[in-house]
């Protein structure tokens, strides 16, 4: 087949699951076009040696990557993203038809940010057969007064005509199944397809001496939160477990956002010692990091929408049998219990998680270490890039009405 893929972030961002989607698919012998934008992700800048330009595309083996200028928002606030994702769907515009049409089918990586391109791009490209991958289904939690009120209905009016238009929607828990089938999509449109990590980094390993000497301290219990420090994870929340128990265990906050300087003057405020931050480390570094830690803590805020998602930290630490600590409701934290993977509580409850962190540095390291060993089970199972590779293929081959090859029927047994 000729399949196209749409999707707002591409690596070498850490974008696993469109870029391994179409690594793969090209190995099972599809041609694949991919529109994209620059890398910027999360820092909201351009990567060093990248410089946006309109003619940028690359070309491998059944494999061509167009990547489009867009609005890099590096302050992260709710009109810079808003002009990110406008300016990437009037390039999307542009660009889209004269490397997309004639696609057998598309594929959509559905977050928020890219709504405006799709629902623009599928008018311009006529009837094109669509596969939506929602990972999201609201995005913006936080009142700002400079934000226009028109942009939350003109996200809601976008995201509903691209779930008509799309002949199958997946989604990636089945809770997020819930929430699109209540905003209109038919049930026999709607499938589950679970979100993989990038398995050739996360995989488990052993922590380095130095990587153990900058995460550990003395003989305390380490809670690691490896990831986006933003609205969404209300990592204030932690700050305030952590600051509870004292020396009783220590709270390791690596990556930056939004929210970092909130959460740093917390903890200053609560005289929270045993709370450390690390700066941003690359991808490839994080399975060492999870190794030196005993626990990977996985935090949503109590948001409706949220009850849905389930954010990639969790499949990267499973998947590298790390235990986990989730303050999460909904689809998150029922993984976590199902796999008996880690300790959860409700989202959002401070005094509940110090409960969690407390029980967490009780537990013996055997016991951790049976946690993580079900946690990969469970993801090696339910959640592997195989098992997510084949589903979105058969949904491909079925919104265009193409029967499979045995090849592909091969790889799907």
Same mark, same amino acid.
């Given at each position: ?106 594929y959509v990586f559905g977050h928020p940010a890219v709504t405006f391109a799709a629902s623009g791009l599928l008018r311009l490209l006529g009837r094109t057969p669509t596969v ?28 509903? #005509?691209?779930?008509?238009? $799309?002949? /199958?929607? *997946? ?10 089938? +209540?905003? &209109? ?22 922590a380095g001496p130095a990587v153990r000497r900058m995460v550990r301290r003395e003989d305390r219990c380490v809670v690691m939160h490896a990831g986006t420090i933003g609205a ?74 949220? #009850?849905?998602?389930?954010? $990639?930290? /969790?499949? *990267? ?10 303050? +999460?409701? &909904? ?14 509580c409700p989202p959002e409850d401070w005094a509940a998680l110090a409960d969690r962190f407390w029980l967490a540095a009780a537990i013996p390291a055997a016991a951790r270490m ?44």
């Amino acid at each position: 087949m000729r399949i196209g893929i749409l999707s707002y972030h591409f690596p070498p961002e850490p974008a696993f699951v469109p870029g391994s989607l179409a690594e793969e698919l090209v190995a099972r012998g599809h041609e694949v076009r991919v529109l994209t934008g620059f890398p910027d992700y999360p820092g909201g800048h351009v990567y060093p040696g990248w410089r946006q330009r309109w003619r940028h595309q690359t070309h491998s083996e059944r494999l061509t990557v167009r990547r489009v200028p867009r609005y890099a928002g590096g302050d992260g606030s709710p009109r810079g993203r808003t002009a990110s994702w406008l300016s990437f769907a009037g390039s999307a515009a542009l660009a889209g038809p004269g490397l997309l049409r004639g696609v057998d089918a598309l594929y959509v990586f559905g977050h928020p940010a890219v709504t405006f391109a799709a629902s623009g791009l599928l008018r311009l490209l006529g009837r094109t057969p669509t596969v939506l991958h929602v990972q999201d289904v609201w995005t913006e939690h936080e009142p700002d007064p400079e934000r226009s009120r028109r942009e939350p209905a003109r996200l809601e009016t976008a995201t509903r #005509r691209l779930y008509r238009e $799309a002949a /199958l929607v *997946a989604v990636s828990s089945p809770s997020m199944g819930d929430l699109v089938r +209540a905003r &209109g999509v038919e049930p026999a449109r709607v499938r589950t397809v679970l979100n993989w990590t990038d398995e050739r980094i996360f995989r488990p390993t052993q922590a380095g001496p130095a990587v153990r000497r900058m995460v550990r301290r003395e003989d305390r219990c380490v809670v690691m939160h490896a990831g986006t420090i933003g609205a969404r994870q209300g990592l204030e929340t932690a700050v305030r477990a952590a600051a509870a128990l004292g020396d009783r265990m220590d709270l390791v906050l690596v990556g930056s956002g939004p929210q970092e300087r909130r959460v740093r003057g917390l903890a200053a405020d609560l005289g929270a010692d045993n709370v450390r931050f690390v700066e941003r480390r690359s991808a490839v570094d994080m399975p060492q990091l999870y190794a030196a830690a005993d626990y990977q803590l996985v935090a949503q805020r109590d948001l409706p929408e949220l #009850r849905g998602t389930v954010p $990639a930290k /969790l499949q *990267a630490a499973l998947a590298c049998a790390a235990p986990v600590v989730a303050s +999460a409701g &909904g689809e998150t934290a029922e993984l976590v219990e199902r796999a008996r993977a880690g300790l959860s509580c409700p989202p959002e409850d401070w005094a509940a998680l110090a409960d969690r962190f407390w029980l967490a540095a009780a537990i013996p390291a055997a016991a951790r270490m049976d946690m993580g060993r079900r946690g990969r089970g469970a993801y090696l199972r339910e959640m592997s890039m195989r098992a997510g590779v084949d589903r979105i293929e058969a949904l491909l081959h079925e919104a265009a009405g193409v029967e499979p090859s045995r090849g592909s029927l091969a790889e799907a047994m």
